[in-house]
């Protein structure tokens, strides 16, 4: 699987973003796909997931409430709405895939996008 991830920017806080990642392969329908996210001088951290087959969604609590993550398998894309943008939001944000339970643990994701900048302004 070969992921690619888009539409990170720059926003204002309180603003919103929304990213996509487009995913190579018949199978998308079989992943479950995350958003990661890393900022300068931070270990890499859970942001969202979503399950291949339930299409069931988990969320960090820092982003509880102003995220959403979706899937369209017939677009092979998963997408995280980002809202209510925060400065403590800024990273590079990452899609990945896995075919494991552990969707909070970045360890346990085989594929790996290329990663997004977002910078949200205060």
């Known amino acids: 699987v070969q992921l690619q991830a888009s539409g990170g920017g720059l926003a204002q806080a309180g603003g919103s973003l929304r990213l996509s990642c487009a995913a190579s392969?018949?199978?998308?329908?079989?992943?479950?796909m995350g958003w990661f996210r890393q900022a300068p001088g931070n270990e890499r951290e859970f942001v969202a997931a979503v399950r291949g087959s339930s299409s069931s969604t988990y969320y960090a609590s820092s982003v509880k409430g102003r995220f959403t993550i979706s899937r369209d398998n017939a677009n092979n894309s998963v997408y995280l709405r980002m809202n209510s943008l925060k400065s403590e939001d800024t990273a590079v944000y990452y899609c990945?895939?896995?075919?494991?339970?552990?969707?909070?643990?970045?360890?346990?994701?085989?594929?790996w996008g290329q990663g997004t900048q977002v910078t949200v302004s205060s």
């Open positions: 990945a895939a896995t075919t494991g339970a552990y969707y909070s643990i970045g360890d346990r994701y085989e594929y």
């Open positions: 392969g018949r199978t998308f329908s079989s992943y479950n």
